[in-house]
């Protein structure tokens, strides 16, 4: 289990390092191998990486599953990227725990002016054609069934890092790399962070799931979120209100954000004053996920947060309709619904701990009213006691 979970780590701090140098870089897991980088907009990794992880220190075997099994595996990626024998060449890490002795081919495959390819190429040939051991018998056959010159291309990929620190050092070399300094904070940082990333590890894990894959710049995105939200570092405001053409009006006469209006009996005029705050908060959202200023977690969580305001205030001014409720006064309560919403979301700020505009939290929840589906939708918003049925009606005529 502890493997397991340090190479979700392991993808986690890899991811982090390399951000430093290119933004667009992506983590995927369990595709072609244990973790793989790809750069952006391409589908061929640049490198594949094998996680070994033991709990007690000692040498990386030469006959061993942990180095012939990692050989095995990068020769299936390699035949299945049609990279063995041409074509550009990711690069094979083996990250472990262990330590390869500087008498063995293994040293000579580690970063530095010991490494020799030639070397390394006759020592694993030598190992591959012995009898013994039969646990890595297959693998080694594997090798050796390449021809001289894949082997050699092969042999000259790979890179051993070895020594490397046990799952628990894993935290403090990732908050160093992630620019965590100690304080009153660092803790609940770092475990924000890993939160939200096994989260996403699960994703990447699962095949049934659209996420296939992590870049460097949601990772940095998200760190800022989490970071700000002790800071209280408030999102950029980019947009400048004005009040909306007629055209841009009349483009939302169909939707069912202007219908949840006017089923509470608002003028025209109210109605393209809400509007305005819908049109630009969307435009604001939009410009905070397209620069990563903002993540989609971080998005639903504010939404989350606007609805748990609203549904307080919808329950305590509907409470009182009863089936017999005149059509006119349930327009009233809507509208107090509307108003007492409208001045909680003003006040909630799309991270915590921040300030914001208030049109974002009253445009934003505009969007969750825009949203709602049926009756039986948990997260649907509206302002008229009877907004349920009348939202599963107005979809049923757009409909048709």
Same mark, same amino acid.
């Given at each position: 289990?502890?493997?397991?979970?340090?190479?979700?780590?392991?993808?986690?701090?890899?991811?982090?390092?390399?951000?430093?140098?290119?933004?667009?870089?992506?983590?995927?897991?369990?595709?072609?191998?244990?973790?793989?980088?790809?750069?952006?907009?391409?589908?061929?990794?640049?490198?594949?990486?094998?996680?070994?992880?033991?709990?007690?220190?000692?040498?990386?075997?030469?006959?061993?599953?942990?180095?012939?099994?990692?050989?095995?595996?990068?020769?299936?990626?390699?035949?299945?990227?049609?990279?063995?024998?041409?074509?550009?060449?990711?690069?094979?890490?083996?990250?472990?725990?262990?330590?390869?002795?500087?008498?063995?081919?293994?040293?000579?495959?580690?970063?530095?002016?010991?490494?020799?390819?030639?070397?390394?190429?006759?020592?694993?040939?030598?190992?591959?054609?012995?009898?013994?051991?039969?646990?890595?018998?297959?693998?080694?056959?594997?090798?050796?069934?390449?021809?001289?010159?894949?082997?050699?291309?092969?042999?000259?990929?790979?890179?051993?890092?070895?020594?490397?620190?046990?799952?628990?050092?894993?935290?403090?070399?990732?908050?160093?790399?992630?620019?965590?300094?100690?304080?009153?904070?660092?803790?609940?940082?770092?475990?924000?962070?890993?939160?939200?990333?096994?989260?996403?590890? =699960? $994703?990447?894990?699962?095949?049934?799931?659209? /996420?296939?894959? *992590?870049?460097?710049?949601? #990772?940095?995105?998200? !760190?800022?979120?989490?970071?700000?939200?002790?800071?209280?570092?408030?999102?950029?405001?980019?947009?400048?209100?004005?009040?909306?053409?007629?055209?841009?009006?009349?483009?939302?006469?169909?939707?069912?954000?202007?219908?949840?209006?006017?089923?509470?009996?608002?003028?025209?005029?109210?109605?393209?004053?809400?509007?305005?705050?819908?049109?630009?908060?969307?435009?604001?959202?939009?410009?905070?996920?397209?620069?990563?200023?903002?993540?989609?977690?971080?998005?639903?969580?504010?939404?989350?947060?606007?609805?748990?305001?609203?549904?307080?205030?919808?329950?305590?001014?509907?409470?009182? =309709? $009863?089936?017999?409720?005149?059509?006119?006064? /349930?327009?009233? *309560?809507?509208?107090?619904? #509307?108003?007492?919403? !409208?001045?909680?979301?003003?006040?909630?700020?799309?991270?915590?701990?921040?300030?914001?505009?208030?049109?974002?939290?009253?445009?934003?929840?505009?969007?969750?009213?825009?949203?709602?589906?049926?009756?039986?939708?948990?997260?649907?918003?509206?302002?008229?006691?009877?907004?349920?049925?009348?939202?599963?009606?107005?979809?049923?005529?757009?409909?048709?």
């Amino acid at each position: 289990m502890t493997g397991y979970l340090y190479q979700c780590e392991l993808a986690l701090l890899e991811l982090a390092r390399r951000s430093w140098d290119d933004i667009t870089v992506e983590v995927r897991m369990e595709v072609l191998d244990d973790i793989e980088f790809l750069r952006e907009q391409t589908d061929d990794p640049h490198e594949l990486l094998q996680s070994k992880h033991r709990e007690k220190a000692g040498r990386l075997s030469e006959t061993g599953k942990d180095f012939w099994r990692s050989v095995a595996s990068w020769i299936d990626a390699l035949s299945a990227l049609d990279r063995l024998s041409a074509g550009s060449m990711p690069m094979l890490r083996l990250v472990t725990t262990q330590l390869a002795a500087d008498d063995t081919f293994l040293y000579q495959l580690r970063a530095g002016p010991e490494r020799s390819v030639d070397d390394a190429l006759a020592g694993m040939e030598r190992v591959a054609r012995a009898d013994d051991p039969g646990n890595t018998a297959v693998d080694r056959r594997k090798f050796m069934e390449l021809t001289a010159a894949q082997r050699y291309r092969l042999v000259a990929a790979i890179e051993i890092n070895d020594a490397s620190p046990l799952m628990s050092d894993l935290d403090s070399s990732l908050a160093r790399i992630l620019g965590i300094r100690p304080g009153q904070h660092a803790r609940a940082v770092l475990e924000d962070i890993k939160g939200w990333w096994y989260g996403v590890a =699960v $994703e990447l894990l699962d095949k049934n799931r659209a /996420r296939v894959s *992590v870049t460097a710049q949601e #990772l940095q995105c998200r !760190m800022e979120e989490i970071t700000d939200r002790f800071a209280g570092k408030n999102l950029p405001i980019t947009e400048t209100l004005r009040r909306l053409t007629d055209a841009e009006i009349a483009a939302y006469g169909d939707d069912l954000v202007v219908a949840q209006m006017q089923w509470i009996g608002l003028k025209n005029r109210t109605v393209a004053t809400h509007l305005r705050d819908y049109h630009y908060a969307r435009a604001q959202r939009s410009v905070w996920l397209r620069t990563f200023k903002i993540t989609e977690e971080g998005l639903e969580d504010y939404e989350r947060r606007l609805w748990d305001e609203w549904d307080h205030v919808f329950t305590r001014h509907t409470d009182d =309709v $009863e089936d017999d409720t005149p059509a006119a006064q /349930r327009k009233t *309560v809507g509208k107090r619904v #509307l108003d007492d919403t !409208m001045d909680k979301a003003a006040d909630m700020p799309a991270r915590p701990g921040s300030t914001t505009e208030g049109w974002i939290g009253r445009g934003t929840m505009h969007s969750l009213a825009g949203r709602a589906q049926n009756a039986g939708d948990d997260e649907s918003v509206g302002w008229h006691p009877d907004y349920p049925d009348l939202c599963q009606s107005h979809n049923e005529s757009q409909g048709q």
